[in-house]
């Protein structure tokens, strides 16, 4: 969605959506916005409750029942398996993304990991196509006047022409742009705490031969899975900017990181989305 700083201004019904790396500050900004009269909505939380939720908790199910004890107080009904996700807590999510490696280490087979990330891809493309509907819950139902989506850090690389068109049309859309020294210590925290990630198919297929040749390895069931994810996260980086550039430059916006890590109020964040509109 394309306007002048007087019409976001004046815009009754502001919605936006937050685009950049998971760790950049999506969410710290979100949060300057009062609860009270703006709507939070996570992709990410969206994800795992409405499209992955089934899947995560079968998992745990699973992982359950090689232990006799919990196995034997399964089948009886004695006790339950759920998935205790919140929108500040999306560790279920993550560990059933899982990541791809030699299995005794805790890494997932290559088919497993594959179909784990297709259903990732489809969660993400539900989710954020939710968002129309979420924006007219928000208001109708819930008497919110405002409504901000905090868009997963994946959300670059779907490459779905129609959901990115949605959220165009129906929101004011902030590309976050972490500046070098980000980067770098983004790279720094997924090197000390490698973290499971979602990968476009065509890339991770890419980076995974590079994988191999570099390290002389022809399989992934012999493959260090942290190993592999602290490697392939600086690629990944590269990968993904100039995915966020284009969406920001054909349906919105882009605010550097170090701006929207001054924003401490609404008022500030308001004042920061006009200025940038202005400058484009």
């Given at each position: 969605m394309k306007m002048s700083p007087d019409a976001f201004l004046a815009w009754k019904n502001k919605a936006i959506t937050l685009l950049g790396m998971s760790g950049v500050g999506k969410t710290t900004l979100a949060n300057c916005l009062p609860k009270s009269s703006w709507f939070h909505y996570s992709a990410d939380y969206r994800i795992g409750t409405r499209y992955m939720g089934e899947a995560i908790i079968d998992n745990a199910k699973k992982e359950a029942m090689k232990v006799r004890f919990l196995r034997d107080l399964l089948c009886s009904d004695s006790i339950y398996i759920g998935s205790n996700i919140t929108v500040d807590n999306l560790e279920p999510l993550s560990s059933f993304l899982g990541k791809v490696g030699d299995?005794?280490?805790?890494?997932?087979?290559?088919?497993?990991?594959?179909?784990?990330?297709?259903?990732h891809r489809e969660g993400e493309i539900g989710a954020l196509g939710d968002v129309r509907t979420f924006i007219a819950k928000a208001k109708d139902i819930y008497g919110y006047d405002h409504f901000i989506n905090d868009a997963g850090g994946s959300a670059c690389e779907i490459n779905h022409e129609e959901t990115i068109r949605s959220l165009a049309d129906h929101t004011l859309i902030l590309y976050i742009r972490a500046e070098r020294d980000m980067e770098d210590e983004l790279i720094r925290r997924q090197k000390e705490s490698p973290k499971p990630l979602y990968y476009q198919e065509g890339f991770f297929a890419e980076s995974l031969a590079e994988y191999f040749e570099e390290h002389g390895i022809?399989?992934?069931?012999?493959?260090?899975?942290?190993?592999?994810?602290?490697?392939?996260?600086?690629?990944?980086?590269?990968?993904?900017?100039?995915?966020?550039?284009?969406?920001?430059?054909?349906?919105?916006?882009?605010?550097?990181?170090?701006?929207?890590?001054?924003?401490?109020?609404?008022?500030?964040?308001?004042?920061?989305?006009?200025?940038?509109?202005?400058?484009?």
């Open positions: 299995r005794s280490k805790g890494g997932l087979s290559y088919d497993e990991f594959v179909a784990r990330q297709r259903l022809d399989s992934t069931e012999t493959m260090d899975p942290d190993h592999f994810t602290r490697w392939i996260f600086p690629r990944l980086v590269e990968h993904r900017r100039p995915l966020y550039r284009s969406i920001a430059d054909n349906y919105g916006y882009t605010l550097s990181a170090s701006d929207a890590g001054r924003v401490r109020s609404e008022e500030e964040f308001l004042d920061l989305v006009a200025e940038t509109v202005g400058r484009s």
